[in-house]
Every structure is written in structure tokens, then in C-alpha cells.
Antibody
Framework: QVQLQESGPGLVKPSETLSLTCTVS????????WSWVRQPPGRSLEWIGY???????TYNPSLKSRVTISLDTSKNQFSLKLTSVTAADTALYYC?????????????????WGQGTMVTVSS | QSVLTQPPSVSAAPGQKVTISCSGS????????VSWYQQVPGTAPKLLIY???KRSSGMRDRFSASKSGTSATLGITGLQAGDEADYFC???????????FGGGTKLTVL
């Protein structure tokens, strides 16, 4: 079965860059869209952005100026970089496989999730 | 403040039915398809419903959903203790050009 696993530092200093990697097993990354979603402690979910296997990206405009999502098909991984972090970026970060539904106008939905990795921004 | 509005909590007894609402606007729910997620405490969210009312692979038919206008509803029948979780709705927002979520609803099985 398809599994996703996030990895990266759990502590990042303010103003530095948060870097996470998601390793996909059980399926090729060369299909589907692949997303990052975060969840601050005790709060709801926030979509960060996604990358298509072709390399094209779509970001949440609220984070777009600071986000880069990239793909490494040779390692079956995709990555997140978030620059100039502040305490507001402290959250549980999930990677997720992303599918559009069955209709031409379907919204993306996240059908397989990693277990999540907690990132704290603090000096 | 989430773009989609959900009640903070709902509760019902085992075996009963509960509904969870998700209210939005013409730029999100009104014009796009809705998904629903279940998040048991300490675990990652799980996709329940996509395209307004289609159950995700492996999801029991105790879970159903619908959409009308700018609102969506998730229904759960035959409540079990294992259904205790947070439930989130999500959809694309045309004005924000982003996928947005509701604030989440905590389901308590009494």
C-alpha cells in the first residue's frame, strides 16, 4: 500500500528556512499531485501547496512568497521549503497524496496522508 | 477565523445519527465540490468523502454527505465510540485561489 513519511528538523530558528522531505513508498511519485498541509496545535488545517508529477506547482497565495515545493523522482520524494519562518509557522506538517475527483470541476482532495512531523520555530 | 464555518462540537449517543454542517459562500462551496476528513486525536486526517457525496475507498456506508447551495452536511449513522474525532470540511475557493478548510467539529459519542 502507498505510504508517505515526512522527515526534517523539528526545531527551526526564527527568520531561517524550514525544510521538509516526504518519501513516498508503494507507488511511483510520477503520477498524482502531492501536497503539503499544516496544522498549528489545537487548530484547523491549512493547505500550503502542491506539485504535479510534471513539476508544475500551485501555492496558497497566503504563503506563496515564502514557499517552494520540489520533486525528486529518482528518490520518489518531494520537498517543502518555507523561508523567513516565525512562531506563526509552528505546526504539525503533513504531506499528502492529492487527487482531483471524478468531475471536470472537482476540487483536490487528500486521500493518503503521512503521519505528520512537528516543527517548532523558536530561538 | 476559517473560511468555512463548522459548529465547534456535536454529540450524540451510541447508535444514534449525527449531522455536521459546513457553511461557506458562492466562491467556495457554492461553486466547487466538497470533501470531508476525519481526524482521530493524535493521528493524521483521513479522507471520508470527496466530490460532495462520494465515499473514499474503504469508507463504511454509515458515512454520507450532501451539498445544497453554499452549505454541505456530513451525516454519520449508527454512532460508535470509534467515531469520536474531529471532522473537517474542505473545498476550493475561487476568490482566494486556494484550498480551504472549515474550523473543524469535535464529535463526542456520549
Amino acid at each position: 500500500q502507498v505510504q508517505l513519511q515526512e522527515s526534517g528538523p523539528g526545531l527551526v530558528k526564527p527568520s531561517e528556512t524550514l525544510s521538509l522531505t516526504c518519501t513516498v513508498s508503494g507507488d511511483s511519485i510520477s503520477a498524482y499531485y502531492w501536497s503539503w498541509v499544516r496544522q498549528p496545535p489545537g487548530r484547523s488545517l491549512e493547505w500550503i501547496g502542491y506539485i504535479y508529477y510534471s513539476g508544475s506547482t500551485t501555492y496558497n497565495p497566503s504563503l506563496k512568497s515564502r514557499v517552494t515545493i520540489s520533486l525528486d523522482t529518482s528518490k520518489n520524494q518531494f520537498s517543502l521549503k518555507l523561508t523567513s519562518v516565525t512562531a506563526a509557522d509552528t505546526a504539525l506538517y503533513y504531506c499528502a497524496r492529492t487527487n482531483y475527483g471524478d468531475y471536470a470541476g472537482s476540487s483536490p482532495a487528500f486521500d493518503i496522508w503521512g503521519q505528520g512531523t512537528m516543527v517548532t520555530v523558536s530561538s | 477565523q476559517s473560511v468555512l464555518t463548522q459548529p465547534p462540537s456535536v454529540s450524540a449517543a451510541p447508535g444514534q445519527k449525527v449531522t455536521i454542517s459546513c457553511s461557506g459562500s458562492s466562491s467556495n462551496i457554492g461553486d466547487n465540490y466538497v470533501s470531508w476528513y476525519q481526524q482521530v486525536p493524535g493521528t493524521a486526517p483521513k479522507l471520508l468523502i470527496y466530490d460532495n457525496n462520494k465515499r473514499s475507498s474503504g469508507m463504511r456506508d454509515r458515512f454520507s454527505a450532501s451539498k445544497s447551495g453554499t452549505s454541505a452536511t456530513l451525516g454519520i449513522t449508527g454512532l460508535q465510540a470509534g467515531d469520536e474525532a474531529d471532522y473537517f470540511c474542505g473545498t476550493w475557493d475561487d476568490s482566494l485561489s486556494a484550498l480551504v478548510f472549515g474550523g473543524g467539529t469535535k464529535l463526542t459519542v456520549l
